[in-house]
């Protein structure tokens, strides 16, 4: 099984530091984005390799995750051995690329994998979001084998007057997570898929359940997609041939917690991820406090 992580975009967002750096390598501590997302991929049972949909003009996330013996032997000529054995392992973890050269749409640049993917299950990580434990996709994939290897999305519950902003699942509750007697819209519940709405109107809203940005699909998907016309924003969109593909399969979502995950989306986003996570690492926490100085007073209250 593969996992996709669309990473083509331009991450205007933070222009202008993105002008020569993809957004994809902007670092939460020592690591860049990819790399928690790609880890976070790889965490499921099944999985064996990433595919990262990229853009031509953004090389330098391919040159990432390739081997540079020339800079590990320096390092290591220098006494930094354990440097090298991890630089040599994030460059050795199992990733392909594939490439969007036209910015169609989500729905587009899971398609331009396709090939890569072939007649299995796989799932989609949205770039910009990663789970630190990594068990958002470990539980995702429990609940598809226990609806016959069916599709399954995250969803989150977000309040009323916010629905308008989101894609948004109809369905009803069928269960939970094993272990778990959760209910509703709460965490842990699993609901069947009935529909799928793009930003509706608060009083026409199925549900107050968002799709966090997680999915594990079927292959059918994919045929659907090679198929499929341009949908909102004149892009091809994921969602559409979603809801082509509960005519003849069932789709269920997972309730999760979405700050379970780090979001990085906005340079907002990402600044606040990076304390969130030195606070939470006993190797920066004091460190972290201390550059801080009369600021980190709110931070550790």
């Not at 994998?113 to 299995?120: I, N, T």
């Not at 069928?174 to 793009?198: M, T, Y």
């Not at 030195?278 to 931070?299: M, P, V």
């Amino acid at each position: 099984m593969k996992a996709i992580i669309p990473a083509a975009g331009l991450g205007t967002r933070f222009l202008p530091a993105t002008k020569c750096t993809a957004k994809e390598l902007l670092p939460v501590l020592d690591k860049p984005v990819i790399q928690y997302v790609v880890e976070e991929a790889l965490e499921p049972d099944g999985v064996d390799g990433v595919i990262i949909v990229n853009s031509r003009e953004k090389p330098e996330i391919e040159r990432y995750f390739s081997v540079d013996g020339a800079f590990e032997e320096m390092l290591r000529s220098h006494g930094k051995a354990a440097l090298a054995d991890v630089v040599h392992a994030s460059s050795s973890l199992p990733v392909s690329f594939v490439y969007q050269d036209e910015p169609l749409g989500l729905g587009h640049a899971v398609h331009c994998a396709a090939e890569k993917v072939g007649d299995e299950p796989f799932f989609v990580l949205l770039g910009d979001y990663f789970v630190p434990d990594r068990q958002m996709c470990v539980n995702m994939a429990r609940v598809s084998k226990a609806h016959g290897d069916a599709s399954v999305i995250a969803v989150a519950p977000v309040p009323a007057d916010q629905v308008s902003r989101y894609g948004i699942i109809g369905g009803e509750c069928v269960g939970s997570l094993p272990g778990s007697d959760a209910e509703g819209e709460r965490e842990g519940a699993v609901w069947k898929v009935s529909g799928l709405v793009e930003k509706p109107a608060p009083e026409e809203a199925p549900s107050h359940l968002f799709i966090v940005g997680r999915y594990l699909l079927s292959p059918r998907i994919m045929s659907l997609l090679a198929s499929q016309g341009a949908g909102a924003g004149g892009e091809i969109q994921l969602t559409d041939s979603m809801e082509r593909l509960l005519e003849t399969e069932e789709m269920y979502a997972l309730v999760v917690n979405p700050a379970d995950g780090c979001d990085t989306g906005t340079p907002a986003a990402w600044a606040a991820t990076n304390a969130r996570m030195a606070l939470g690492d006993d190797a920066y926490r004091a460190a972290f406090l201390e550059e801080l100085g009369d600021a980190a007073a709110g931070l550790t209250t």
